[in-house]
């Protein structure tokens, strides 16, 4: 019988050395792997337009805030806080140089953005890179479904992270990313993807856990049913993110700014008229997420009306109604209705403290325990 000592050649000081991890992209050049992801549709440009100012809300969630006040429920963040939050956790870090990036106290290696369809989630993606000057790089499930097929998928990824540090500082974006998480198959089904959406999984954990302080590299996964990763599933999809932001759905005071901001921007600075009515527009659009009421601005304020506007005396031009607003929402439907709203609370309810932005409760003080 052997005996149980250490066999030669080992684990031990002297021994052999634990194979490493070959790099199956080391006999190729920056410049063709980069050359090779915008070939594919991942290296992309960011939208200029998507600036933080450009997601426009209120500074507070006054209605939210009231209800936490009332009934014990943590308020949702307003548009400001999430601003101001992905500016400090998001722009800043991987905007500096890497030196004073791997003095940081805190390494935010990966971000969630929750929020219903249109709610500014890609918008401030897309802020996050323009604002650090970052290379893009998109690895959604829908955008890689055609390329890397099978375990291709591994290359990939390794050849995006080798890149991104390369060229840091990058962002590498995942919509959808609930779906990477999520083990339902039945529900996979539904999605029309020729490819599992979950064949990423593990490498992305491993290429995610191996960004060290000094690689200016941030992953933001943007999801819109992040309740999808119910149960088993939860856990590991929460627990991979080092913070979790909710984009919220804008309450009357935000969208009366959001309807004033799209309506100028794309009307060149021009305003509504005085007897424009823009609080009935607000109040009827309850439910609706800025997306759809860009879509709508587009559909009423078309680049034919734009230029006769430019170009005819005021008097002559056709005067803009709120009416011609609400018969283009009214063919579409709200993204925040209740149900989605109320998987969207509960959800976020369920959230540890440790990543949500979302405020705690005041701790009740209680003199009697004193």
């Known amino acids: 019988k052997k005996k149980g000592g250490k066999k030669a050649g080992g684990g031990g000081k002297g021994g052999k050395k634990g194979k490493g991890k070959k790099d199956p992209t080391a006999d190729r050049t920056l410049e063709s792997l980069f050359a090779e992801l915008v070939e594919c549709g991942i290296v992309q440009k960011t939208h200029p337009g998507f600036v933080m100012d450009a997601y426009v809300g209120d500074p507070i969630s006054f209605c939210a805030s009231a209800l936490e006040r009332a009934g014990g429920n943590r308020a949702d963040c307003s548009h400001a806080q999430v601003r101001e939050s ?25 971000i969630l953005l929750a929020g219903h369809p249109g709610s500014g989630k890609t918008l401030l993606t897309h802020a996050v890179a323009n604002g650090a000057g970052a290379t893009f790089f998109n690895v959604s499930p829908r955008n890689t479904d055609d390329v890397y097929a099978g375990k291709q998928s591994s290359v990939m990824l390794h050849t995006v992270f080798k890149v991104a540090k390369m060229t840091a500082p990058s962002v590498i974006y995942i919509d959808e990313v609930e779906k990477v998480f999520c083990t339902d198959k039945k529900l996979s089904k539904t999605w029309g993807l020729r490819e599992s959406a979950g064949r990423i999984k593990k490498d992305l954990l491993k290429e995610v856990k191996a960004l060290k302080p000094g690689d200016r590299v941030v992953v933001i996964g943007n999801a819109r049913e992040p309740w999808t990763c119910a149960k088993k599933d939860h856990k590991a999809f929460c627990g991979f993110f080092d913070k979790i932001f909710v984009s919220p759905a804008p309450e009357y005071g935000a969208r009366r700014a959001v309807w004033t901001a799209l309506i100028a921007r794309r009307g060149n600075g021009s305003t509504t ?11 009827l659009s309850e439910g609706h997420t800025p997306g759809t009421m860009d879509a709508v601005v587009r559909e009423v304020l078309t680049e034919k009306r734009i230029e006769e506007a430019n170009r005819l005396p005021f008097a002559a031009a056709k005067p803009l109604t709120a009416d011609e607003f609400l018969i283009a929402l009214a063919e579409r439907e709200p993204a925040a209705d209740a149900e989605a709203s109320g998987a969207l609370r509960d959800w976020v309810e369920a959230l540890p403290a440790r990543v949500a932005l979302i405020p705690e409760p005041e701790p009740e003080q209680d003199a009697k325990k004193k």
Do not use: Q
Request: net charge neutral.
């Open 86 to 110: 992905l500016t400090t956790c998001g722009v800043l870090p991987i905007g500096c140089s890497s030196e004073t990036h791997a003095k940081l106290p805190s390494h935010v290696r990966a």
């Open 273 to 283: 008229p005085p007897d424009f009515a823009m609080s009935t527009l607000a109040h």
